[in-house]
């Protein structure tokens, strides 16, 4: 294990490629996010190795694109309130401006604000109160329903347990979906996908996933934002080390 100072393609390959090559070709798997720069140190330094994508960086595009249109719809919604707001106070009888209600007490700008978490899950871990916004959300805005059913799509993909060859057929299953629904954040996901899509692939040979270190990699970001910034280095990674380690 190595902790290297930087990102730069040529300043990591030059410390990795200090380790012995004979030690360096036993290295077959490594899991990565969707960085040139990452792959360009691993090509160099590892001659026998497979490089895989990992699902969470996968995912987190899928999720991002359908978050996207939540926050365009959001915006929308916000601006015709406000031209409603004017106009009820141009208006003669100047009566103040009442939002529309949804059945469960929520105006349309909430309704797409308070969603945003529920588009994270699966149906199934909604709680009933996610599940009675869902609803609405889906009967309102279905564009934001077809997204959403693109992405657990795309889940469940990584969740089945199949061969490399049956999730290539799946995947190009998606990828007509993807072209049949016309939604444009995710027809640019789907280039990103088809880009990587060798390397993403390699996941079902091992099922090898970053899913731990992205874990404890948020953990300390949160931490460090907790205690507002580290100015002692040594007696942070103490800290980090008893509360982690």
Same mark, same amino acid.
């Given at each position: 294990?190595?902790? &290297? =100072?930087? #990102?730069?393609? *040529?300043?990591?390959?030059?410390? +990795?490629?200090?380790?012995?090559?004979?030690? !360096?070709?036993?290295?077959?798997?490594?899991?990565?996010?969707?960085?040139? =720069?990452?792959?360009?140190?691993?090509?160099?330094?590892?001659?026998?190795? *497979?490089?895989?994508?990992?699902?969470?960086?996968?995912?987190?595009?899928?999720?991002?694109?359908?978050?996207?249109?939540?926050?365009?719809? !959001?915006?929308? =919604?916000?601006?015709?309130?406000?031209?409603?707001?004017?106009?009820?106070?141009?208006?003669?009888?100047?009566?103040?401006?009442?939002?529309?209600?949804?059945?469960?007490?929520?105006?349309?700008?909430?309704?797409?604000?308070?969603?945003?978490?529920?588009?994270?899950?699966?149906?199934?871990?909604?709680?009933?109160?996610?599940?009675?916004?869902?609803?609405?959300?889906?009967?309102?805005?279905?564009? +934001?329903?077809?997204?959403?059913?693109?992405?657990?799509? +795309?889940?469940?993909?990584?969740?089945?347990?199949?061969?490399?060859?049956?999730?290539?057929?799946?995947?190009?299953?998606?990828?007509?979906?993807?072209?049949?629904?016309?939604?444009?954040?995710?027809?640019?996901?789907?280039?990103?996908?088809? /880009?990587?899509?060798? *390397?993403?692939?390699?996941?079902?040979?091992?099922?090898? #996933?970053? /899913?731990?270190?992205?874990?404890?990699?948020?953990? +300390?970001?949160?931490? !460090?934002?907790?205690?507002?910034?580290? !100015?002692?280095?040594?007696?942070?990674?103490?800290? &980090?080390?008893?509360?982690?380690?």
């Amino acid at each position: 294990m190595a902790i &290297v =100072a930087g #990102t730069k393609a *040529t300043e990591v390959t030059t410390v +990795l490629q200090k380790i012995p090559r004979e030690i !360096r070709e036993k290295v077959t798997e490594v899991t990565l996010d969707m960085s040139n =720069a990452m792959d360009a140190i691993i090509t160099a330094s590892f001659p026998k190795v *497979t490089i895989v994508t990992d699902r969470f960086h996968v995912q987190q595009l899928v999720t991002e694109a359908v978050q996207e249109i939540r926050i365009a719809l !959001r915006k929308k =919604a916000i601006k015709e309130e406000s031209r409603a707001i004017l106009r009820a106070r141009k208006s003669k009888k100047r009566k103040a401006y009442q939002p529309k209600l949804y059945e469960n007490g929520d105006t349309k700008k909430q309704l797409l604000a308070r969603s945003r978490y529920l588009l994270f899950k699966a149906t199934s871990k909604w709680t009933e109160s996610q599940r009675a916004r869902a609803t609405i959300l889906f009967t309102e805005f279905p564009q +934001l329903h077809h997204a959403y059913n693109l992405s657990m799509m +795309l889940r469940s993909w990584y969740e089945n347990r199949i061969n490399k060859q049956q999730a290539k057929e799946n995947l190009q299953q998606w990828y007509k979906k993807v072209e049949e629904e016309n939604i444009e954040p995710f027809l640019v996901v789907a280039e990103s996908i088809k /880009a990587y899509e060798d *390397t993403i692939l390699n996941y079902f040979n091992n099922r090898s #996933t970053n /899913a731990s270190a992205e874990s404890f990699n948020a953990k +300390l970001k949160g931490f !460090r934002a907790l205690v507002r910034g580290v !100015r002692d280095i040594k007696f942070f990674l103490f800290r &980090v080390a008893k509360l982690y380690g």
